[in-house]
C-alpha cells in the first residue's frame, strides 16, 4: 500500500513537472518523410523475421510462407492491444489452423526462433562494436560477441541432439530435436533472416527518433534499439506503451538527448510499430478476428 502511494506521488509529481510543451512540438514537427521511410523498413523487418519462423517450422509441416508471414504481422497486431504472450500464441494458431500445423510444433519453432533471433542480435551487435567503436576496446568486445554467436550457432546446427536425454515429454524432445537436427544450412539462412530484422529494426529507431529533429548517432538508436527489447521482454502493458518510451528516456541519456526529446521519439516510434502493422492485420483477417485472437487463451501444448 505505501509503495503504491509512492508510486502514484511519483507520477502526479513527474506529469506535472515534465516538459511536456516540448515533447508536443517536436511530435507535431516530425518530418513525415522519415517517419514514413521507417514505417516501410518496419514492415520489412517483420517480413525478414517470419521468414526466419518459416525456415524452422517448415521442418515440422507442409508451412507455407505466406501463412508464416500473415501469422507474424497479425501476431505483431495482437501483442500491439494485448500484453505477454498473447501474439506469439497467435501466430502458432493461424499456423494451425491455415496449415493444420499442430499447436506444440508451432510453439516450439517460435522457442527456437528466439534463441535464432538472440544469435542475430548479437551479430548486429558484434558488427556494429567492430566497424564503429564507440569507446577504445569495443573492437574486442565485438569480435568476441561474433565468435560468441559463431559458435553458437555452429553447436546448434553440428550438435549430435540425438544422443541427449531429456526430461522433456517425448513429443517436446523429438520436437525440438527435428528443429535443431534437419536442414542445417536452413538454420543458417534463418540467422540471416533473423539478422535482417534486426537491421530493419535499427533502421526504425534511427529514422524515427531523427524525424523529431534529434541529433542521433546510430549507436544512439542501436543503444535505445536494445533497452527497449531488453524492458519489454515481459511485455507488461499492450504494445509495450510506457515501458518503450521509458526505456528510450533512460538509454539516450547517456547521449545527451533529453527526455522530452526521447519521449516525443519514443510516441512517434510507438505509431511507426503499431499502426502500420494493424492496419495490414485487419486487412488479414479484420478487426473482429484480431480481438478474438487477442481474447483466446494459448491452447494446451
Known amino acids: 500500500m505505501i509503495l503504491t502511494l509512492v508510486a502514484g506521488a511519483f507520477a502526479i509529481h513527474f506529469g506535472f513537472s515534465f516538459p511536456w510543451s516540448r515533447t508536443f512540438t517536436l511530435l507535431a514537427t516530425s518530418d513525415w ?38 501469422a507474424t504481422f497479425v501476431g505483431a497486431a495482437v501483442n500491439s492491444i494485448s500484453v505477454s504472450i498473447s501474439g506469439e500464441a497467435a501466430r502458432a494458431q493461424l499456423a ?13 519453432s517460435l522457442v527456437v526462433t528466439r534463441i535464432v533471433e538472440a544469435i542475430g542480435l548479437i551479430i548486429i551487435l558484434a558488427l556494429a562494436l567492430a566497424l564503429s567503436p564507440p569507446w577504445h576496446g569495443a573492437r574486442l568486445v565485438g569480435l568476441a560477441l561474433g565468435v560468441t554467436a ?26 525440438f530435436m527435428n528443429l535443431a537436427t534437419k536442414d542445417r544450412r536452413g538454420t543458417a539462412i534463418a540467422v540471416g533472416f533473423a539478422s535482417l530484422n534486426w537491421v530493419g529494426q535499427w533502421l526504425t529507431y534511427h529514422w524515427t527518433i531523427a524525424a523529431s529533429h534529434i541529433d542521433v548517432t ?25 515501458v518503450m ?57
Open 150 to 175: 559463431a559458435a553458437f550457432t555452429l553447436g546448434c546446427t553440428l550438435a549430435p541432439w540425438s544422443r541427449l536425454r531429456s526430461g522433456a515429454p517425448r513429443r517436446w524432445h523429438e520436437t
Open 245 to 301: 518510451q521509458g526505456s528510450l528516456i533512460l538509454g539516450m541519456r547517456p547521449f545527451d538527448i533529453r527526455a522530452p526529446d526521447a519521449l516525443a521519439a519514443g510516441l512517434s516510434l510507438q505509431a511507426v510499430q503499431v499502426l502500420p502493422i494493424l492496419a495490414i492485420a485487419a486487412g488479414i483477417l479484420g478487426v473482429r478476428g484480431i480481438r478474438r485472437l487477442a481474447a483466446r487463451r494459448p491452447e494446451a501444448i
Open 33 to 70: 518523410l522519415l517517419l514514413t521511410a521507417a514505417c516501410l523498413v518496419n514492415i520489412m523487418s517483420l517480413a525478414a523475421k517470419s521468414t526466419a519462423w518459416f525456415l524452422l517450422l517448415r521442418r515440422l509441416g507442409p508451412l507455407r510462407l505466406g501463412t508464416a508471414q500473415a
Open 218 to 242: 546510430p549507436a544512439a538508436s542501436l543503444t535505445a534499439l536494445v533497452m527497449a527489447n531488453l524492458t519489454g521482454v515481459l511485455r507488461l502493458t499492450p504494445g509495450n506503451i510506457g
Open 96 to 108: 494451425g489452423r491455415r496449415d493444420h500445423i499442430p499447436f506444440g510444433a508451432a510453439a516450439a
